[in-house]
């Protein structure tokens, strides 16, 4: 079977784009599903695309793997152009789960990975292994009427992973798993991009994501609205550090006398810390513009003992998300 050479890395470590997308868009009738977009995934990363319901995520998927056509610009993977004469050899060499898994009731998980492998042209004894990989080997001669939802989609994503895919899509992967599910998952992908697989994988659940991609896409009304790690994003949205103070209960007019003078917003009321506080303390919450973190940590400093702790959040994905949506 054919296939891909990984691109090689040049002087500053960096990989050739395995995935291009140049001025992309895909028409529906008057609907734009997709607009203009240009896109540039690197060999072995995980790259997360996030967005609203409608977005045009799933097309932008779709249009990457060859099952719709764009209507303007082009996609290359490898190298190759995505729908021409070359792609057949690309093509074997990607792994897809969709966001709805269909599979055959009656057959056994076995023979839906036995019956993938013969599509794929992936060797038939790979599939016991490829149910280990997602915790199934236990229910590989059940019949797949009996699989729960996250044993289902498990059973997706070893399909998925046939043949030893060098670029793997994954539509909405954890729909339907319980958290241990999900831990499992995401270090299945990070030993896959250990071993130098691009993966590329939508999400909902932005909090999940957050700390597991290296880098991301907003998109929205069929555009990238931005692109870069989740620390770039929350930099340039430029949202507030979420900042806790634990103080003695004493200390709260200290703390403004010593925060508001920064520029820092208004801080309400101290509340009690709680069950899990201290007797005797309470906890402000305010929020820091960014490049007032260290002039404010310093100002802290100087309440000494009346000081007990101090945390700085940084924006969810979220807050960065609907910070670019606004």
Do not use: W
């Amino acid at each position: 079977m054919d296939t891909i050479t990984p691109a090689p890395a040049d002087a500053a470590g960096r990989t050739a784009p395995v995935v291009r997308a140049c001025g992309v868009t895909r028409d529906f009738g008057l609907i734009k599903a997709v607009d203009r977009v240009d896109l540039e995934i690197e060999g072995g990363e995980l790259f997360g695309l996030i967005g609203h319901n409608g977005a045009g995520k799933s097309t932008l998927f779709k249009m990457m793997l060859g099952l719709l056509p764009v209507s303007e610009g082009e996609i290359l993977i490898h190298d190759k152009r995505v729908g021409g004469r070359d792609f057949r050899a690309v093509r074997r060499d990607i792994g897809y789960l969709p966001e709805n898994v269909v599979l055959y009731d009656n057959l056994t998980g076995l023979e839906t990975l036995r019956f993938f492998a013969r599509l794929k042209h992936a060797p038939g004894d790979s599939c016991a292994a490829a149910l280990e990989q997602v915790g199934l080997a236990h229910a590989g001669h059940r019949p797949v009427r009996e699989y729960s939802k996250g044993m289902r989609q498990r059973l997706g994503f070893a399909q998925a992973l046939l043949g030893k895919p060098r670029l793997l899509f994954l539509d909405e992967p954890t729909n339907g798993l319980d958290p241990e599910a999900i831990r499992a998952f995401y270090a299945t992908l990070r030993a896959l991009r250990d071993d130098g697989v691009t993966i590329v994988l939508t999400s909902h659940i932005l909090s999940e994501i957050q700390e597991r991609v290296d880098r991301l896409a907003i998109m929205a009304a069929g555009r990238i609205q931005a692109l870069g790690t989740v620390q770039a994003l929350r930099e340039q949205v430029d949202l507030p550090l979420n900042v806790v103070v634990q103080i003695h209960h004493d200390q709260a007019a200290a703390v403004r006398a010593l925060v508001i003078p920064l520029g820092v917003a208004d801080i309400p009321g101290a509340e009690p810390a709680g069950e899990a506080g201290e007797p005797g303390t309470a906890r402000l919450r305010f929020a820091c513009p960014r490049p007032l973190k260290m002039k404010l940590l310093g100002a802290l400093a100087n309440l000494g003992e009346g000081l007990i702790d101090v945390t700085v959040h940084e924006p969810s994905l979220e807050d960065v998300f609907f910070g670019f949506a606004d």
